[in-house]
């Protein structure tokens, strides 16, 4: 049990910012990955919890087998939290800076953010010394109405009414292979893969569908991976053939492109909330953005 009640006749004053924690809480289920989530201590969470509840005279969470869960107070009181936090989010997302000054969070997919948009941003975020560009490649599609990032660059299109949403580029994936495979296994022709190790995505993807069915034939992958930059690093050791993105093999030396018929593709599109697409530095990344990725091959 998190807190004690204050006697009615002597309460604390309620910290709003106390209820982000509370809600932190119900959302995750403990302390410690409501601190993960904030980017805090979990014992900090706790103190936070606690002095919301020494404020509402109510106990709002109890321990059990799972972690946290709210007592019915609290399951109560999380529908007016969360308009609560919704009406903030609005007033923060309308609050634009007068000038590219300020943070703008971008997420991306982990190989597109890793390779090709990191140095892009940095070199962007240079130019403009007031801004603060955050770049997470972690593939997470975090969620923009909560400002968990401001600037979203997917590879699918959102149905979310409140997020804007813009096809931004296409890129283009190609067979790859180093000089040293080529030199075991020459590639002249798709029959010729089926004497190729060949690396491969993940099950399921267009890439490896399209490489798969080119080397009708070939034995089992002998190496796997989800990120295409981990591809290209096996890649270049000479392990085996991979489809890789053309703007990831074309950045590197040791590779060879081997053009063969019905080179998959992949869009990208550019996601914003739709309160923020007017607010200065948001406007500036997004413009940038959409320079740079019509170049994205």
Same mark, same amino acid.
């Given at each position: ?10 309460? @604390? ?14 959302? $995750?289920?403990?302390?410690?990955? $409501? ?5 805090? =201590? ?6 936070? +919890?606690? &002095?919301?509840? $020494? ?28 308009? +609560?936090?919704?009406?903030? %989010? ?24 890793? $390779? ?26 975090? @969620?923009?109405? !909560? ?40 590639? !002249?022709?798709?029959? @010729?893969?089926? !004497?190729?190790?060949? %690396? ?25 991976? +989800? ?6 690093? &096996? ?10 993105? !053309? *703007? #990831?093999?074309?950045? =590197?030396?040791?590779?060879? *492109? ?28 997004? @413009?940038?953005?959409?320079?740079? #990725?019509?170049?994205?091959?």
């Amino acid at each position: 049990m998190l807190g004690v009640k204050k006697p009615p006749d002597a309460p @604390d004053p309620l910290n709003w910012d106390d209820l982000r924690y509370v809600l932190a809480v119900a959302r $995750a289920g403990s302390l410690l990955r $409501a601190g993960a989530v904030l980017g805090v =201590d979990h014992t900090t969470v706790g103190r936070r +919890v606690a &002095a919301a509840e $020494a404020a509402l005279g109510e106990t709002l969470f109890v321990r059990s087998s799972g972690g946290l869960t709210p007592t019915p107070a609290g399951e109560q009181l999380l529908a007016p939290i969360e308009q +609560v936090e919704e009406a903030v %989010l609005a007033v923060e997302r309308r609050a634009g800076s007068g000038g590219l000054v300020g943070r703008v969070k971008i997420t991306a997919p982990e190989s597109l953010g890793i $390779a090709w948009l990191a140095p892009r941003l940095a070199a962007f975020g240079a130019r403009h010394p007031g801004l603060h560009v955050v770049l997470d490649p972690s593939g997470a599609v975090l @969620d923009l109405t !909560r400002r968990e990032a401001e600037v979203a660059v997917r590879t699918f299109r959102t149905s979310d009414a409140a997020l804007v949403v813009r096809k931004a580029g296409t890129y283009r994936y190609g067979l790859y292979a180093s000089k040293a495979l080529l030199a075991r296994h020459p590639i !002249r022709e798709p029959e @010729d893969l089926a !004497r190729c190790p060949l %690396l491969v995505g993940a099950e399921g993807d267009p890439e490896t569908a399209w490489l798969t069915g080119l080397a009708k034939g070939a034995s089992a992958p002998p190496f796997s991976c +989800v990120l295409a930059v981990a591809l290209l690093a &096996a890649c270049r050791s000479g392990a085996g053939a991979a489809a890789l993105p !053309r *703007y #990831l093999g074309e950045s =590197d030396p040791d590779l060879v *492109y081997l053009p063969m018929p019905d080179e998959p593709t992949e869009s990208v599109y550019l996601t914003v909330h739709r309160d923020l697409r007017t607010t200065p530095r948001v406007r500036a990344v997004l @413009d940038f953005l959409l320079g740079e #990725l019509r170049g994205l091959e």
